[in-house]
Structures are given as C-alpha cells and as structure tokens.
C-alpha cells in the first residue's frame, strides 16, 4: 500500500532553467494539494488539483509557476525560468475526497537554485 | 485572514518525561478540523493527530493528545512519555470546510522539539 511518492527527491537547477517535479497521489486518491516550504518557515499552500482540473490556485505565484494532473500520470509542479528565491522544498499531499479529508504527505522535492 | 500561530519556536524535554506545544488560531469559520504534524529530520510530513472542531472531546493517539479549547481557539499537544525519536518539528495546522473552502491547510511556523536522553 504505497503512500504519496515525489520525484526526484533532490533537484539542483541553475537560474533560468526549468524544474518539473512529479507527484503520485496514494491508490485510490484523486485530490492533490502542493505545498512549499521555504527554509526555516512552515508550509505555505500553493495549488489545488482534482484530476484534470485546478480547483484552487490561491497560493499560487502568478508568473512562471504552473501545475497539471492528467487523466493518466502523476501531478506535476511546474517553475519556468527558475530564480534562488525558488529554492526550498516542495510538498504534495494526497487525499481521497478533498475537502474534510485528512491530507497525507510525499517525502517532498528540495529543489536548489544556483 | 486566518492564522495558525505557534509562539514558542524551540523547546526541550527530557526523555520519558512530559511536554505541552502550544498553538493558536484565528478564523471566523465556525467548522473546521484541526492537525498536528511531525516532521523529523528526514523531514518527511507525518500527521500525529487530528480533531473535529464540532467534537468537544479531545483527540487522542497513543502517548499523544490535544487540548481543544474552542472558544479560546487553543490547540495544543501533550505528548507524555518523550521518547528520544519525538525530536522534531511540530506543526499546528487547520483547514475549514463548508461552502467555498477547498480543504487546503493552513499551517503554523513549527516547533522545534528536541528530547534529550
């Protein structure tokens, strides 16, 4: 019974680039939620997904900053054009009906800009 | 706006003994679950424990507990019997639900534990 997977685990990008982290919800589970971590800080929500759309992108930077969940395949965050303000780590969390679900965390992605 | 606060950012206890962390939060929602998640070092997300808000009685899992004070929107964990694999940070967190919340929480700065032998 496999729990949320995040890959890659580490991912060390220079400025400009792009970075693409992927997320597996847990079997059976439909909702994903993605959060970020900055150093020293506690979780702070970025998007919302069911699959194939996106319910709540509040917490989501307007510019550069993007997230899918397909029909078919994991979710993916993805940062264009990374900057080192992007580093810190990235969290998704699964759950089976969303709202009034307990969430439950990937290992999260640490993504660092140089 | 709401807010998770957490006000003290680091605290030690000896093993086998007790510590309380507390926790604070402002929302004008009147349903809402609340959670204490552990990240150790590996700084996997790990959920401790979780309470309905319209539930009076505290949530309890094992050697951990929470004091539930709705009206004072107090939250905190008790964990009893420290044990040397508690050392980590403890976040306090919530999420309201009804029309028009989507069910994304809402976490505090963390506590820093350390449980030393």
């Known amino acids: 019974n496999a729990g949320v997977m995040q890959n890659p685990r580490h991912l060390v990008r220079r400025r400009g680039q792009e970075a693409r982290l992927r997320c597996s919800p847990m079997k059976g589970h439909s909702h994903v939620y993605w959060y970020r971590q900055l150093p020293e800080e506690g979780l702070k929500f970025m998007v919302y997904l069911q699959k194939e759309n996106i319910i709540d992108e509040s917490g989501m930077p307007k510019e550069r900053f993007s997230a899918e969940f397909p029909k078919e395949g994991p979710s993916i965050l993805r940062i264009q054009q990374v900057v080192r303000g992007d580093s810190a780590a990235y969290f998704c969390?699964?759950?089976?009906?969303?709202?009034?679900?307990?969430?439950?965390f990937g290992p999260g992605t640490r993504l660092l800009v140089l | 706006a709401q807010t998770v606060t957490q006000s003290q950012p680091e605290m030690s206890v000896q093993e086998a003994e007790t510590v309380t962390l507390s926790c604070t939060y402002d929302?004008?929602?009147?349903?809402?679950?609340l959670f204490w998640y552990k990240q150790p070092p590996s700084r996997q997300m790990i959920l401790v424990i979780r309470q309905e808000a319209y539930k009076q009685q505290n949530a309890t899992e094992n050697r951990f507990s929470v004091n539930f004070q709705k009206a004072a929107k107090s939250f905190s964990l008790k964990i009893s019997d420290s044990q040397l694999g508690d050392t980590a940070m403890y976040f306090c967190a919530f999420t309201p639900y009804g029309s028009g919340n989507t069910g994304k929480l809402i976490f505090g700065q963390g506590t820093t534990l350390q449980v030393k032998p």
């Open positions: 969390a699964s759950s089976l009906q969303g709202v009034q679900e307990t969430q439950y």
């Open positions: 929302t004008s929602e009147n349903n809402y679950y």
